[in-house]
């Protein structure tokens, strides 16, 4: 039985791929979701609140209750009845990741109603089954940069120096792109030049993170499993890129699935990348909001109020 009435979690939006690194490491952003779970008697309520709020669904099939629906399997117990209040702060189906943080947040708030039954380590890993890839669940939990990888016991989660005079700056479009329809366009299998492209830029990559190296981070963030494929679904890109490269910033890459694109630079250089990629984008007849977003250190928060006295004789 549960002694715990309601729970409030905070989950961080993520960049994932970061170039590279597709399917397998992203960063946390200063950026939230808010899920508020408490218990209740009657039949499921789905309250949602912010921007673009009216296109999340209230009903059973919202992504967030199949999570906390999901926690509940996994324990082999009946889901209680559940009142969700859902403050949007990450736009949906642009890149950062708002799928990840409703699966997080879904298991986390289940977790913790249930007296957390499963710890960190068992929650992530469910979330990276529901999710299908670690890239974005796995920071949004954790916080920072992170990487994941198979390994015999489940997963392998290490976490990726990100040097603090790099900053991320995402250019957020007003136009949707759903990551399955993003992964359609992919091939099923690349040539052995790709695979040795990727796998050389990546181990950059995780260099040029760490050390701030101007030339590291400028060729790193080159990538051929997956943005060539993607740029065609993002008009613009070719235009966006020209210009943030010509404000001063080390590169451009597509966040998660996009259509965000993601700029590096040194904060010196950063109001004008901010510019670059709003002129840029304009100029196109695209609408964005460009927001330079640090990193989230801390992944998921959560605060929780236990029953009182009298609830608990009632339950
Ligand atoms: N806060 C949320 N509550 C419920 N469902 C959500 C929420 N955020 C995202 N989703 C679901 O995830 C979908 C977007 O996922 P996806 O295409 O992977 O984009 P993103 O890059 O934002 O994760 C939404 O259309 C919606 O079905
Ligand atoms: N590696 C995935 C990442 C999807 O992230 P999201 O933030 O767009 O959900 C992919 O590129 O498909």
């Known amino acids: 039985m549960s002694i715990i009435s309601h729970v409030i979690v ?3 939006a993520t960049t994932a791929n970061l170039g590279p690194g597709f399917d397998c490491i992203g960063a946390a952003l200063q950026l939230y979701n808010e899920f508020k779970f408490t ?3 009657s039949k499921l309520c789905i309250k949602v609140h912010g921007k673009e709020a009216e296109k999340v669904q209230t009903d059973s ?5 199949q999570a906390f629906v999901k926690l509940y399997e996994r324990i082999n117990k009946t889901p209680p009845g559940v009142e969700i209040e859902v403050n949007l702060g990450i736009p949906l189906a642009r890149g950062l990741g708002s799928s990840a943080t409703a699966i997080v947040g879904g298991l986390v708030g289940g977790n913790i109603l249930a007296d957390s039954p499963l710890s960190p380590e068992e929650v992530i ?3 990276i089954e529901m999710e299908g890839h670690p890239d974005n669940v796995v920071p949004a939990f954790l916080g920072g940069c992170q990487l994941a990888a198979t390994s015999s016991r489940g997963w392998e989660i290490c976490p990726v120096h990100w040097h603090p005079e790099i900053i991320p ?9 759903s990551t399955s329809q993003a992964r359609k366009v992919l091939p099923i299998e690349i040539s052995r030049d790709d695979a040795i492209f990727n796998t050389s830029h990546f181990g950059l990559l995780l260099q040029a993170l760490a050390s701030n190296q101007k030339e590291w ?3 790193a963030l080159k990538d051929k499993l997956h943005q060539p494929y993607r740029q065609s679904l993002i008009p613009g890109y070719d235009d966006v890129e020209s210009a943030v490269i010509e404000a001063g910033a080390y590169g451009m890459v597509i966040s998660g699935a996009g259509p965000t694109l993601l700029a590096l630079t040194d904060r010196a250089h950063s109001p004008k990348v901010v510019q670059a990629m709003t002129h840029a984008w304009a100029k196109v007849g695209i609408t964005c909001t460009v927001l330079p977003l640090p990193i989230d250190i801390n992944g998921i928060s959560f605060d929780f109020s236990p029953l009182s006295p009298t609830q608990r004789q009632k339950r």
């Open 10 to 12: 905070k989950v961080p």
């Open 125 to 127: 890993k469910l979330a």
């Open 61 to 65: 099939s919202n992504l967030i209750y």
């Open 39 to 41: 218990l209740s008697d």
């Open 169 to 177: 700056v995402v250019a957020i479009p007003d136009f949707e792109l």
């Open 217 to 219: 981070l400028q060729a």
